[in-house]
C-alpha cells in the first residue's frame, strides 16, 4: 500500500459546486478545492430546470485542473437527490426538472390515486415528499418513460465522464421505487405505477469503479482516471463523514437542506414513524439513514440573496452576529411549511406568514435573521428528539456537519432547544465522505469507523453545550 493517496470528489450541491482533492495518509484526510461554481435552476416555459451541461463543463474544468496538480488514483460524483435525466440512445432527452418545480404536488396526486401512501410508506420507507421521483415520473408525458434508461443527477454525471449507466445505492433509495428492506427496485410498484423497469439497472454500491474517463471527458482532462461511485447523495457521503459514535448520537447535515437523524441497522417502517414523516434512506455498508428533511439554511439564504437584489445586500457572518444580540422571537415560524420552499422574495413571504397569524413582523434585518435561525434551531431539536425516540436510539449529542456548522448562533441555539451537546463540523463532510467512498473502494480506507476516525484527527470541531 502506498503511504499516500489522492482522489478527486465532484461535489454538486443545489446552490454550488465544488471540485475538491482529497489526500489520504496513514493518520489524515485533508482537502483542497480546486474549482468552486454557483449552480442554480433555471426558469425555461416548460417549468424549473437544472443546467446539467453547465455543472458538466465546470466538473470538468476543475477535474483537469486536479488532475494538473497530481496523479490522481480516481473520481466520483455526489449530488443532490430525487432530480433525475432520461437516457435514449447515449442521449440526454430534454433538461432535468428541478426539485423545487411545483410539478411534483401534481404527480403525488395521481400517484396515491393508485397506491396510498401508507402502502408507499411500507414498501419503500420515504417520508412524503411533493417532489420526490416517483412523483415527477407521475408528470412525465408516456414517450419519455420509453427512454433506454433513468439517471440520477450524479449517476448521469458518472455517465457523461465514463460511458458507464448505473443506479448508485444511496440516490436509488430516495426515488420512491425501492424496497427499503432489500435496497433493490420494486418492480411491482413500478409495474402498478407504469414505470418500465428496463428504466433502471440493478443498484451499485458506494465505492465501485464503474469504469475510467472515457473519450471527450479523457481527453479534455488529459487523464485516463478511474471512475468509481461516492455515496452519490451528498447526504450519504455527508453521513460517513460524520465522526460519531452511531449507538449514542444524532446527526444535522446543514447545508440548503436539514437532514435530521441517525444511522439505523436497518429500516424504520412503524406507523409512528410514518405519521411523524421520517424517511429510510440507504447508507453505506448496508445501514439506513433515518432521518427527517428539514428546510435547512435555504429560508435564511434565499432572504440574503432578496436583500442583494434589493440594494440592501449584507454579510452573512456579520448579519447573524448581529442577530445573536436579538432578542428571542414572542413566535417563530413553522421553517417547513411549503410557503417557503419555492425561490422567490423570501423577505416578504415571511412578513406574509406572520401577519396571516398576527404575529409581529421583525423590523431590523438582524431580527429577521434571529427568527429564522431560532426557528431552524428549534425544527432541528424537534426533530432530534423525535428520531431518538422512533428509533430507541439514546442520543447522546449531536453532530452538526455542513455549512451550517460555521453558524454559531444556529448550532448554540440548537444546543439550547434540544438540550443535549452539539458538535460542529466538519463543514466539508459531503466531500470527506465523497473521498472516503472511494478509499475504501481502492482497499485503503477500512470500515466507517475507521474512516470517522481519521475525519476526526483531521478536522477540527467545536463543541456548543446548553447554558442550563
Not at 428509533?391 to 451550517?404: C, P
Request: hydrophobic share 50%; with cysteine; glycine share 8%.
Amino acid at each position: 500500500m502506498p503511504a499516500s493517496l489522492s482522489v478527486a470528489a465532484i461535489d454538486l450541491g443545489a446552490t454550488s459546486g465544488r471540485v475538491m482533492i482529497g489526500r489520504l495518509t496513514r493518520d489524515r484526510l485533508d482537502l483542497t478545492q480546486v474549482a468552486r461554481f454557483a449552480n442554480h435552476p433555471v426558469a425555461l416555459p416548460s417549468g424549473l430546470h437544472w443546467d446539467v451541461v453547465h455543472l458538466y463543463a465546470e466538473a470538468l474544468a476543475g477535474l483537469r485542473a486536479a488532475a494538473a496538480s497530481e496523479e490522481l488514483a480516481s473520481v466520483a460524483v455526489d449530488a443532490w437527490a430525487v432530480d433525475y435525466g432520461l437516457v435514449r440512445d447515449g442521449a440526454l432527452q430534454g433538461v432535468p426538472f428541478a426539485y423545487r418545480d411545483a410539478r411534483g404536488a401534481r404527480g403525488a396526486e395521481r400517484v396515491h390515486a393508485q397506491v396510498p401512501f401508507a402502502s408507499l410508506y411500507e414498501r419503500t420507507g420515504l417520508q412524503f415528499l411533493p417532489f420526490t421521483t416517483l412523483y415527477q415520473l407521475a408528470t412525465e408525458p408516456p414517450a419519455a418513460l420509453t427512454a433506454d434508461r433513468l439517471l440520477m443527477i450524479p449517476d448521469l454525471m458518472t455517465y457523461w465522464l465514463s460511458g458507464e449507466a448505473v443506479n448508485e445505492v444511496t440516490n436509488a433509495s430516495t426515488t420512491g421505487l425501492m424496497d427499503a428492506r432489500t435496497r433493490t427496485w420494486d418492480a411491482v410498484l413500478m409495474a402498478r405505477l407504469g414505470i418500465p423497469s428496463g428504466l433502471v439497472g440493478t443498484p451499485v454500491e458506494p465505492g465501485v469503479q464503474v469504469g475510467v474517463l472515457r473519450g471527450a471527458a479523457a481527453r479534455h482532462v488529459g487523464a485516463e482516471v478511474p471512475v468509481l461511485t461516492a455515496a452519490s447523495h451528498d447526504t450519504a457521503s455527508a453521513v460517513l463523514a460524520v465522526p460519531m459514535d452511531p449507538d449514542r448520537a444524532a446527526y444535522i447535515s446543514c447545508g440548503t437542506w436539514g437532514l435530521v437523524g441517525v444511522e439505523a441497522s436497518a429500516p424504520i417502517l412503524t406507523e409512528q414513524a410514518r405519521a411523524a414523516n421520517f424517511t429510510n434512506e440507504a447508507g453505506v455498508e448496508g445501514t439506513t439513514r433515518f432521518l427527517r428533511n428539514v428546510m435547512g439554511l435555504w429560508v435564511l439564504t434565499e432572504t440574503l440573496r432578496a436583500w442583494e437584489q434589493a440594494g440592501r445586500g449584507v454579510a452573512l457572518t456579520a448579519i447573524v452576529e448581529e442577530a445573536a444580540a436579538e432578542p428571542t422571537p414572542d413566535a417563530l415560524l413553522d421553517i417547513d411549511d411549503d410557503a417557503f420552499l419555492a425561490p422567490g422574495d423570501m423577505p416578504a413571504r415571511i412578513e406574509a406568514w406572520l401577519r396571516e397569524r398576527s404575529l409581529a413582523v421583525p423590523q431590523s434585518q438582524a431580527g429577521l435573521v434571529r427568527l429564522i435561525v431560532e426557528s431552524l434551531a428549534q425544527a432541528f431539536a424537534r426533530a432530534v428528539w423525535a428520531v431518538a425516540e422512533l428509533s430507541g436510539i439514546g442520543v447522546e449529542r449531536i453532530h452538526l456537519v455542513g455549512g451550517g456548522s460555521r453558524n454559531a448562533l444556529l448550532c448554540q441555539l440548537t444546543a439550547e432547544y434540544a438540550g443535549l451537546p452539539v458538535v460542529a463540523g466538519p463543514v466539508e463532510a459531503t466531500a470527506l465522505g465523497n473521498v472516503a467512498a472511494q478509499a475504501q473502494g481502492l482497499g485503503w480506507g477500512g470500515d466507517r469507523a475507521a474512516l470517522r476516525a481519521l475525519v476526526a484527527a483531521s478536522t477540527p470541531m467545536r463543541t456548543y453545550v446548553p447554558s442550563q
